[in-house]
């Protein structure tokens, strides 16, 4: 009969934030797992910023504008602290609820009264705290008010139908990033996304980055994406003229199979729960044409290095000197 190789149920959230309200956001969110997980979610994806949203208002309010800079501040005074008491409180969720979740945050640097990071936090099924990334690079207007991650957050995380990694928007461009979760064994892969108001266009590429990823190393992806809501625009005083001018209220969450195809979704522009099976046996047959982090590979010509905050390099996949790729010594 040989092996038997696990299924899991995962999950998509889409919905929109209460708006620059962390503890409202917060108990929003762990409504948002207990729902999922009442669907028999195991592993649950969240949108980019959640708690307790994103900087949105860039869309419709000038850099210095008066709003701008009342809305950053209120976001820093809503942001997270890892750990803190909004993380207790989703950490509850998650052990209630015996799932992974990985959920965006705005996360506040302790001691500061102005560092945030765009961030991702990993939570396991007994209410840990698995790991946080950072994003690496904060994207367009996301410059404005969140600091540039580290190499501490590229990791995945094991659970019992595989390792489990993300990244966070527009960095699922950078191949360098990608590798190094895929490189680390990545079989589950969590993409967390804004809304975005444009449309077909912000849709085609939310659909570039997610199918190649786990066309190009056989995993399953969790596309979560935020939505507006009428609250979340009328507290960023979005005008009558401007949300006609909108082509949608965001969203295309899904699911994507190992073979680059949708197994669930996409969704768009509307509140809801995404979910999809995965079936692991659905990546072997592509890893046995293509392993890019196996043996459709040649270590002995291509060497990526990961940096941490700590400053040391991490090595994947090359053989040190006098080691063959499998890590044995040259000659025993």
């Given amino acids: 009969m040989g092996d038997q190789f696990p299924r899991v149920r995962l999950a998509a959230v ?41 900087p949105d208002w860039y869309w419709w309010h ?13 976001l820093f005074k809503n942001a997270v602290e890892v750990p803190g008491p909004a993380t207790e409180a989703l950490c509850a969720a998650a052990r209630k609820a015996r799932a992974y979740v990985v959920i965006g ?8 009264l102005g560092t945030l990071y765009n961030a991702q936090l990993f939570i396991g099924p007994e209410g840990d705290i698995l790991g946080v990334h950072r994003k690496l690079m904060p994207t367009a ?43 680390r064994n990545e079989r589950i892969h969590v993409i967390s996304w804004p809304a975005f108001p ?28 935020g939505i507006f809501d009428d609250a979340c625009l009328d507290a960023m005083k979005v005008s009558a003229e401007q949300r006609a001018a909108m082509n949608c209220r965001g ?10 195809s949708y197994i669930a979704g996409p969704v768009d522009d509307k509140p809801q729960i995404v979910y999809g099976d995965a079936d692991m046996e659905r990546a072997i047959e592509g890893k046995l044409l293509h392993d890019i982090t196996g043996h459709y590979n ?18 994947f996949g090359a053989p040190q000197r006098g080691e063959t790729a499998g890590g044995e010594k040259a000659g025993d």
């Fill in 14 to 54: 889409q919905d929109a934030p209460v708006w620059l309200d962390r503890e409202a956001t917060v108990a929003k969110a762990c409504r948002l797992i207990e729902a999922a997980a009442d669907h028999g979610a195991s592993i649950i994806g969240f949108p980019e910023g959640f708690v307790p949203g994103f």
């Fill in 141 to 183: 207007t996301e410059r404005l008010v969140h600091a540039a991650g580290d190499g501490a957050g590229i990791q995945t995380y094991e659970t019992p139908y595989g390792p489990l990694g993300g990244l966070i928007c527009g960095e699922n461009t950078s191949s360098l990033a990608r590798f190094a979760l895929l490189a």
């Fill in 251 to 260: 969203g295309h969450s899904g699911i994507v199979g190992p073979s680059g």
């Fill in 198 to 225: 444009a449309g077909q266009r912000n849709f085609e590429t939310i659909d570039i980055r997610a199918r190649y990823h786990a066309f190009e190393g056989r995993v399953f992806v969790i596309n979560a994406c």
């Fill in 62 to 74: 000038l850099a210095l504008s008066p709003e701008s800079q009342r809305f950053g501040k209120e």
């Fill in 105 to 112: 945050i705005n996360e506040r640097r302790a001691g500061t």
């Fill in 298 to 315: 040649r270590f002995d010509i291509f060497h990526l290095q990961v940096t941490p905050a700590s400053g040391t390099a991490l090595p």
